[in-house]
């Protein structure tokens, strides 16, 4: 049996190998595997156990030392940082995307406290801000959710829906720290979803939201959304705390 020759295949190039090796290191901290205070093996022992050059594996300890996962001590070695008391934003962005449907419990009701706080605020600021284009991305994810029949599709349109909500409050920080949660929101609400028909009251949540930002009525948009998140977050609370805690 002969090779297929129409296959092709991506050339593995020294930065992606190099994005690989920080990966599995990032994921043995996260995991726990590695635990803060751990000691690093010496690099020329991850060089070989990784089948890399050492002068790769220093790079990816440099990069790792950079988003605050690990701190170099001169002569010392390399120490496993406690990344919840030490975290920065691109750890934020890791553990984003880092088995979200695993994620442990503290750590899921503390998204959803952020969560809460981002999307509040940004409601009150979308009525007061919102441009009649940002409006009209907000209606365009709407409609992509009542369209939609299949999960992914109508899973995109909810998570586009708070997205055109978080730009429209005018603040680009508060839509950037939304969207870096996206891996994480897109797992919640496959999860959320796929369990009973709960499609049609969001739906109509959403109009309603939908509906307070055009009339620019700040209250009736703050109600909205609170239900609109009442709904979503306890909902999937039991479902999350119920199979995966």
Same mark, same amino acid.
């Given at each position: 049996m002969g090779y297929i020759m129409a296959l092709s295949f991506s050339k593995l190039t020294d930065s992606s190998l190099k994005q690989c090796v920080v990966q599995e290191l990032e994921n043995k901290i996260l995991s726990g595997e590695l635990k803060p205070g751990d000691r690093l093996p010496p690099e020329r022992e991850l060089a070989s156990a990784m089948g890399i050059s050492r002068s790769l594996v220093n790079l990816c300890i440099l990069d790792l030392d950079s988003k605050g996962f690990v701190s170099i001590n001169p002569r010392k070695g390399t120490f496993v940082n406690d990344f919840r008391r030490q975290g920065t934003l691109q750890i934020l962005l890791s553990l984003m995307n880092y088995n979200s449907d695993r994620m442990d419990l503290e750590l899921f009701d503390n !998204?959803?406290? /952020?969560?809460r706080l981002i999307e509040y605020e940004c409601?009150?600021? &979308?009525? %007061?801000?919102?441009?009649?284009?940002? #409006? %009209?991305?907000?209606? =365009? &994810?709407?409609?992509?959710? /009542?369209?939609?029949? =299949?999960? %992914? $599709?109508?899973?995109?349109?909810?998570?586009?829906?708070?997205? &055109? #909500?978080?730009? +429209?409050? $005018?603040?680009?920080?508060?839509? !950037?720290?939304?969207?870096?949660?996206?891996?994480?929101?897109?797992c919640f609400l496959r999860l959320y979803f796929s369990a009973g028909?709960?499609?049609?009251?969001?739906?109509?949540?959403?109009?309603?939201? #939908? =509906?307070?930002?055009?009339?620019?009525?700040? +209250?009736? &948009? #703050?109600? +909205?959304? $609170?239900?609109t998140l009442d709904m979503g977050i306890s909902g999937l609370e039991r479902i999350y705390k119920r199979e995966i805690g």
């Open positions: !998204m959803m406290d /952020t969560r409601t009150r600021l &979308a009525v %007061q801000n919102a441009a009649d284009r940002d #409006l %009209q991305k907000i209606g =365009d &994810a709407f409609h992509t959710m /009542t369209e939609r029949e =299949d999960m %992914q $599709g109508f899973v995109n349109g909810n998570f586009s829906f708070h997205h &055109a #909500l978080a730009s +429209a409050s $005018g603040n680009a920080v508060y839509a !950037m720290i939304f969207n870096s949660f996206k891996p994480a929101i897109h028909n709960r499609r049609d009251a969001s739906v109509e949540h959403h109009r309603e939201l #939908l =509906d307070a930002l055009m009339k620019r009525d700040e +209250a009736a &948009a #703050l109600e +909205a959304i $609170g239900r």
